[in-house]
């Protein structure tokens, strides 16, 4: 946790790599960090880097979330619109919306999620692997597609009807 909130930007954001050929910030890996950052957190109850967390996050919301729902691939753009993206958005928005400052991010994760299967979704059931400008790459890939998004929907679907059930 040390080595890598003393790598956190003044931002909250984290470099892809620390050589600067891999100087670009994108979505999923900012969503790694910050969901291994509050699984120290909640696991060991030391509130030491709270606030690497807690800058993280405002960032990963700020930065990666168009209106409409569809996430950002790097902090600067949108393309290569990109499955892994979206199924670790709307996992790392679904796991930080239990907390005290948790206003607001359900709904981000439902209309990311939304996005996702209206213009990720095959008809067929399966996800696609990229969206660019002009066209889709629709190679249904187990690991990088299906299963993360089949994860990160099971996740929302439970938090859904945790809600629920204690209203």
Partial sequence: MEYSCTRQLPDGAWWYGEDTKYH????????????SLKCYNESTGDPTYRSHLDRG?????????????????Y????YPIDIQCASQAIETLTKFSDG??????????I??????????????????????PLMAAKIPML???QATMFHALALLLLRLD??????
Avoid: C
């Fill in 57 to 73: 996050f405002q960032y990963f919301k700020a930065t990666f979330f168009e209106v409409s729902g569809r996430p950002k691939y």
């Fill in 75 to 78: 902090d600067t753009r949108a």
């Fill in 24 to 35: 670009w910030i994108d979505n999923f890996h900012t969503g790694y960090n910050l969901d």
């Fill in 162 to 167: 945790t809600r629920r059930r204690a209203q």
């Fill in 100 to 109: 005290p400052d948790a206003a607001g991010v359900l709904p981000v994760a």
């Fill in 143 to 145: 690991h990088w597609g």
């Fill in 111 to 132: 209309n990311v999620a939304q996005w996702t299967t209206e213009h990720m979704q095959d008809p067929t059931g399966y996800f696609y692997y990229r969206r660019y």
